[in-house]
């Protein structure tokens, strides 16, 4: 029988306005040690990510000039900072793994929603002073992901059955009757069985009306999930039910060419950036879709030996390495989803940046935006490329970004134009987000 929470605190939600471009350079100060690590106020609520740098991100001049780095940039949040962001410091915790970086980000309050992870090369634009074509071929860097968290179905890397995993659990602590699963097997949750959700979700924000995360949480967790016993939470603020929040997971780029974008926001000829997904990360360059390597091998027959995936006849394992899963996107393109894998091997070794299919390219274009801004609140960007390296507004927001793999644009020098774009269209419909706390280990 689940226990009763003890104390209740009222959460309320925070209102956070747009406020002008000018205001994040200020706000940052402070923020970025003398290394360029993120260096968050005392009061500021954070977790701990990781990245992994792909081989094909590599390269001589990515090695020149103390630039063997990644880093982490966010556009919105009271810490954001000019592109490139912040320096990723390399994890040092493991001496077989070498293309591991970690970092610190903003998760409560004013969070940064959106993070592009990058080499650390500003590539520039084709018009700026010390442009060259090899710095710009240098370049890389990830489409905007979601530093929120996902909710049930909200990406198509995470298996059906471990959110099913999780909602019997929550069925189980709230003496809730077991959900029936109408199709356990099918990848794909169907109405049915999503209307069983809702009632166990309204009974949760009913009987804790008034709770935050964190409250819950103390009562709540998961033992078998390990390190991530807690990463499963209860969303009360956006009351969009159990949630998986990323600290301590790993971002791993997903290589699979129509996993790719390219971007011709920058270039006619387009960049390339790349999608992923967070992962949980077990140690030796391992990561999968389950929070332990024993729940990954019970539920997929998926294990590692000597260092490499090794999954039953029914599991691909791909070209890097991965054993992944292929669905079709929304224009009929067959995906390859990650499951498990190792960043060693293929992943680390293999420096050529994976060709783009023809069908691909040319897909992105740019956003339309006005001319003027209307509330006032940002500077609206010019036609001309060097605009979109301007400072933009800072804004906040707590939805669920539910597929990253596809969601950004290229942002070679100081800053997106997508990412402008975004900010003002925004703040021309007076939108406003409703931020949550999360909870964060």
């Not at 909200?154 to 809730?176: C, H, I, N, P, R």
């Not at 033992?223 to 009360?236: I, R, V």
């Amino acid at each position: 029988m689940r226990k009763r929470i003890l104390s209740a605190v009222l959460a309320g939600a925070l209102s956070v306005s747009m406020i002008a471009g000018s205001a994040i350079s200020a706000s940052a100060a402070g923020k970025q040690a003398a290394d360029g690590t993120y260096a968050p106020d005392a009061d500021t609520q954070t977790r701990r990510v990781y990245f992994a740098m792909p081989g094909c991100w590599e390269s001589n001049y990515w090695k020149t000039e103390g630039k063997e780095a990644a880093g982490a940039y966010w556009w919105s949040g009271v810490d954001g900072i000019d592109w490139l962001g912040y320096k990723m410091t390399k994890e040092t915790g493991e001496a077989n793994i070498t293309n591991v970086y970690t970092t610190l980000l903003p998760c409560g309050g004013d969070n940064a929603n959106q993070i592009i992870f990058n080499n650390f090369v500003d590539g520039l634009m084709p018009s700026m002073e010390g442009f060259t074509q090899e710095r710009f071929d240098a370049a890389m860097q990830t489409v905007d992901a979601t530093n929120s968290y996902h909710n049930i179905a909200g990406s198509d890397y995470f298996d059906k059955t471990l959110w099913m995993y999780v909602y019997d659990k929550l069925a189980e602590f709230m003496d809730y009757p077991a959900i029936k699963w109408d199709a356990p097997d099918n990848p794909k949750f169907s109405k049915t069985e999503l209307d069983q959700v809702k009632p166990l979700v309204g009974q949760v924000l009913s009987e804790y009306d008034g709770y935050t995360n964190e409250e819950f949480m103390e009562e709540f967790d998961i033992p078998e999930f390990g390190k991530y016993s807690k990463n499963f939470f209860f969303d009360f603020e956006n009351k969009s039910g159990m949630a998986l929040g990323f600290g301590d997971m790993m971002y791993v780029c997903n290589l699979d060419p129509y996993a790719l974008t390219v971007s011709t926001t920058i270039v006619p000829e387009g960049k390339t950036t790349f999608g992923g997904e967070y992962f949980f990360y077990y140690g030796n360059g391992e990561y999968g879709t389950w929070p332990t390597k024993e729940l990954l091998k019970e539920k997929t027959g998926i294990e590692f030996v000597d260092g490499k995936v090794v999954a039953p006849e029914s599991v691909k394992v791909d070209a890097y390495g991965n054993a992944v899963k292929t669905l079709q996107d929304a224009d009929g393109n067959n995906i390859t989803y990650m499951i498990a894998g190792t960043i060693n091997g293929e992943y680390q070794t293999n420096k050529t940046i994976p060709a783009i299919p023809e069908d691909k390219k040319g897909d992105d274009k740019p956003a339309t935006t006005p001319t003027t801004d209307p509330k006032g609140t940002v500077p609206a960007p010019g036609k001309d490329a060097e605009s979109s390296t301007k400072p933009a507004a800072s804004g906040d927001s707590a939805s669920n970004t539910t597929n990253n793999n596809a969601n950004g644009a290229v942002a070679t020098g100081d800053f997106s134009y997508a990412a402008v774009a975004f900010v003002v269209v925004l703040a021309g419909l007076g939108v406003f987000y409703f931020t949550r706390k999360k909870y964060s280990k």
